[in-house]
């Protein structure tokens, strides 16, 4: 009787240690996931995006499209190169602007400018867009990726700060207008 | 030899491994296995092993940060001794594992191996064969290149298309708001520490099985595989005719590895190290990103599917295919074993190979793109503006500048985006060739607002002068009779 006693009393010990290591496990694994995710959690608490310098107006005349680039507002020490990005600048006419981001709506490649033809075409897949950054041909379901911009002090600020991809366009998130189906 | 024999003796009194080991390597295997069809999986292992090898080599010297990384290849191939044979080990050795990793599987598939009882052996294949590709991709974004930097671009861009989750995802994938340090630091994680950890968990499953569910008798046509009597056989067929894996059948695989280790010596040596291209820079613009040789299927295949189709086509199909692999034994893991009596299997494998090959082919041709430079740096054939008058060759001349050139080759020079328009007009009648460059259409861009008048009318009338010496240009037949034949320009 004593015998199995103490057999049922060390598998409830077993039992007791396997549940206290339970929720050492679960009180573990909170701040694992936290830590895991916070690249999500901080974008959905701060957001990725700021207002930003491209530059003075006189960079950009009217009727062009040219190459501007910005430091990322949200960057490490070490993160180099990779922290400069690229974005096309058409100027309108004098108070009109369109900033498109350099990544292809198709894959995120980088599209090049032709003033000649006034398109823009992608080297992976082939994808050309017309100078408003509509949609002209190609894999690529909408137009080129917009930035929100305002006119300050004589200067061209965007809003930006996060890789436009086609799950997560710039322009839905600031509610700047689509430009194109 | 005494003194060895004693440390022997030594050790084995406290680790008791000699028995289990002389055990395992004499294990009775069917005569038949000891063929040069058996001797893939060893050489897989062979090149983990030496993959394993290098890759600690190179991380003695590889700065796993954003702003180093580059550099740091650079001194490997440059600064290092002989740091750049390592790497070309490393990316060789890589090449060569997917491949043997690849033709293990067919060769398993057509023997029927992932039969009673072998079904969890070919599951824990098909995850061996996930995680080497990635270890493929996740290797390819270390070599922090403009390639690996636009392809991360690639990856995220098709992670964001998951449903509702896609925006985190990207953030998960890239740790962060933009392709970063923090982005090649977990890459470099998962490359050295994660993967690899599932992997050598994996292979350890993989060939427990292998000796204690002994390997895959040679198929003959007419064995049917029952799970009533499949063990019964095998056992008579391992014990009473089989013979032992050392040294019978082990020299094969020892002779097919060192083959392929001097295979991989030889392209490096040959080769030399896969790049690093450029700089990871984002401002540099002048790149045309492409993935190394075991994804150019796919980077041909997102060229090709239609844009409506192409976000369900990628998110569902590579789930379907995995399915299919898993479910494979379940739904065939009885009957006929050899490939001589599975015409079906035999002709799965030879349509993946040939789309896969023909995908891989078109990639690295690339004719879905534009020739970006081609307006610029190929210039017309002289034969096409031979005789021509002055307003056709000012058409010529639109041609370039408007960049037409970068879509539609001439004599084969220029992009093949488009189609090659050296005949085009015997397809196209004047108004046609007019409608199509000013409003565009079949994946043309419209020019309309891009061509005045004037080079719209040049540009058409060099596009005329394209047709064969003997053929006539097309004409629309019901304009000649509705108008006076004399308005109508006979060219």
């Keep these: ?181 | 030899m005494r003194l060895i024999q004693k440390l022997g003796e030594w050790f084995d009194l406290r680790l008791q491994l000699g028995t289990p080991i002389r055990e395992t390597a004499e294990h009775r295997v069917p005569r038949e296995t000891a063929s040069w069809f058996y001797v893939f999986g060893s050489a897989a292992l062979t090149c983990f092993m030496l993959q394993v090898v290098t890759g600690i080599l190179l991380a003695l010297i590889y700065v796993p940060s954003a702003g180093e990384a580059w550099n740091s290849l650079q001194t490997l191939n440059h600064g290092v001794s002989l740091g750049w044979f390592i790497r070309a080990l490393h990316g060789w050795g890589s090449n060569f594992m997917v491949a043997i990793v690849l033709i293990h599987m067919v060769q398993v598939f057509l023997f029927g191996a992932y039969k009673f009882p072998r079904e969890l052996t070919w599951i824990v294949g098909v995850l061996l064969l996930l995680v080497t590709l990635g270890m493929a991709f996740t290797g390819q974004v270390l070599r922090f290149d403009q390639d690996a930097y636009w392809g991360l671009g690639i990856g995220a861009s098709i992670a964001s298309r998951v449903p509702v989750i896609g925006p985190w995802t990207v953030n998960l994938m890239l740790g962060g708001p933009i392709i970063a340090g923090t982005t090649l630091s977990r890459f470099f994680a998962l490359h050295v520490f994660v993967v690899p950890g599932l992997l050598i968990s994996f292979v350890g499953v993989h060939l427990l099985m292998v000796l204690k569910l002994g390997i895959n008798e040679w198929p003959m046509p007419g064995r049917i595989v029952r799970r009533t009597t499949y063990m019964q056989e095998y056992h008579e067929l391992t014990h009473k005719e089989g013979i032992p894996f050392v040294p019978e059948a082990v020299w094969k695989d020892i002779f097919f590895s060192g083959f392929i280790l001097l295979a991989i010596v030889v392209c490096a040596i040959h080769f030399g190290p896969f790049g690093p291209s450029g700089q990871p820079d984002p401002t540099i613009i002048q790149t045309a990103p492409r993935p190394d040789f075991f994804f150019l299927w796919l980077y041909a295949l997102l060229s090709f599917l239609p844009p409506a189709a192409e976000t369900p086509i990628l998110l569902i199909g590579p789930a379907i295919g995995i399915i299919v692999l898993l479910a494979l034994p379940f739904v065939a893991g009885e009957g006929e074993k050899s490939w001589k009596r599975r015409p079906i299997a035999v002709l799965t494998i030879l349509l993946v190979a040939v789309s896969l090959g023909t995908l891989t082919h078109l990639a690295e041709h690339t004719p879905w793109s534009p020739v970006m430079d081609a307006w610029s740096s190929e210039p017309i054939p002289a034969e096409f503006l031979k005789g021509r008058t002055a307003l056709e060759r000012h058409g010529a001349l639109v041609f370039q500048a408007k960049q037409c050139h970068n879509c539609h080759s001439l004599d084969n020079q220029g992009g093949q985006r488009g189609p090659a328009l050296d005949n085009v007009a015997i397809h196209l009648t004047e108004d046609q060739l007019i409608r199509q460059v000013i409003q565009g259409g079949g994946n043309m861009p419209a020019y309309g607002k891009n061509l005045s008048p004037a080079e719209t009318t040049a540009l058409v009338a060099f596009l005329e002068t394209l047709h064969p010496a003997n053929q006539k240009p097309a004409r629309n037949a019901s304009q000649a009779i509705a108008l006076d034949a004399s308005e109508v320009p006979s060219r």
């Design chain 1, 1 to 181: 009787m004593s015998a199995e006693n103490g057999v049922s009393r060390r598998a409830a010990l077993v039992k007791l240690g396997m549940f206290l290591n339970g929720i050492v496990g679960v009180l573990l694994a909170v701040p694992v996931v936290r830590y895991l995710i916070s690249p999500v959690t901080r974008q959905k608490k701060f957001g990725y995006e700021s207002w930003l310098s491209l530059g003075t107006l006189e960079q950009f005349p009217a009727g062009q499209t040219r190459l501007a680039t910005y430091r990322n507002p949200l960057v490490n020490d070490w993160d180099g190169e990779t922290g400069n990005i690229a974005c096309w600048v058409r100027r309108v006419d004098d108070q009109t602007f369109q900033v498109f981001a350099i990544n292809c709506a198709h894959l995120g490649c980088p599209v090049r400018w032709f003033p000649q033809s006034s398109l823009f075409m992608c080297p992976c897949h082939g994808g050309a867009y017309y100078q408003d950054g509509s949609r002209a041909s190609g894999p690529p379901e909408r137009g080129l990726f917009q930035y929100r911009y305002k006119i300050e002090d004589g200067k061209l600020l965007i809003k930006a700060g996060e890789m436009p991809t086609p799950g997560q366009p710039v322009a839905n998130k600031t509610g700047a207008k689509k430009t194109c189906a």
